[in-house]
């Protein structure tokens, strides 16, 4: 089954605790993205990859890291969680690079709450 | 920054209804695209419609899209009580290929 597999689907941690949400596609998707959604705040993008080992910033990158090392894995790392962090988060990729012209496939998400 | 806006914010209906959603965006678009996200659960693609298209049909759901005024609408027609759910609409701009900017969404009810 063609999906976008996201872990963990929750996780309760402490301000400053480096945590690692994974993302993995099994569809040979160019394209990924990291997003948050918040209420009354829709998605905002984080981070996206039109390839592997091109990462590039979205409109909140600021506390967060990507990588790109393979093509169907694009970890999301907070390398010193605050509470501002909070937040429901989504992985979503599309076919080609040029993610912003075609429909995505999203992750069922990952809620943090950081303490 | 948030570039679509949805009107309204929430929106609640029998089952059998029409429902209508906006969508208003700011800068100019190559595509715009609408989403529905259940309870809990990732956002899923409905249709998506260039901006060279005035109007799209996929099933029960009627996107149109007015570049003139920088605003789509989303009818689903004959709700049911499974169409309950977040809806959203998403921009692809012009030159920037590289991502979609969403709306705020708007919540619809359902109830039979």
């Known amino acids: 089954e063609a999906q976008v597999t996201q872990n963990p689907r929750y996780l309760i941690t402490v301000t400053g605790k480096k945590l690692t949400v994974t993302c993995s596609q099994n569809?040979?998707?160019?394209?990924m993205s990291w997003y948050r959604q918040d209420p009354g705040l829709g998605l905002r993008q984080i981070y996206y990859?039109?390839?592997?080992?091109?990462?590039d910033k979205g409109d909140v990158p600021e506390g967060y890291k990507v990588s790109r090392k393979e093509k169907r894995n694009f970890p999301l790392i907070l390398e010193s969680p605050s509470p501002n962090q909070t937040s429901l988060y989504f992985c979503?990729?599309?076919?080609?690079?040029?993610?912003?012209?075609?429909?995505?496939?999203f992750g069922d998400g990952t809620r943090l709450s950081i303490l | 920054s948030q570039q679509g806006e949805e009107d309204p914010q929430a929106l609640s209906i029998q089952e059998g209804e029409n429902a209508t959603m906006n969508c208003s965006y700011k800068?100019?678009?190559?595509?715009l695209q609408w989403y529905r996200q259940n309870s809990g659960r990732g956002l899923v693609h409905l249709i998506l419609?260039?901006?060279?298209?005035r109007e799209k049909h996929s099933g029960r759901l009627r996107v149109t899209l007015d570049t003139s005024k920088k605003s789509s609408s989303l009818l689903i027609t004959a709700s049911r009580a499974a169409d309950t759910a977040s809806y959203f609409c998403?921009?692809?701009?012009?030159?920037?290929?590289?991502?979609?900017?969403f709306g705020t969404g708007t919540r619809l009810q359902v109830t039979l």
């Open positions: 569809m040979n998707h160019e394209y």
């Open positions: 990859s039109m390839n592997v080992e091109v990462t």
């Open positions: 419609i260039r901006s060279n298209e």
């Open positions: 800068t100019s678009i190559n595509n």
């Open positions: 979503a990729s599309s076919l080609t690079r040029t993610g912003g012209n075609q429909p995505q496939h």
């Open positions: 998403a921009s692809g701009g012009v030159g920037t290929a590289s991502k979609l900017t």
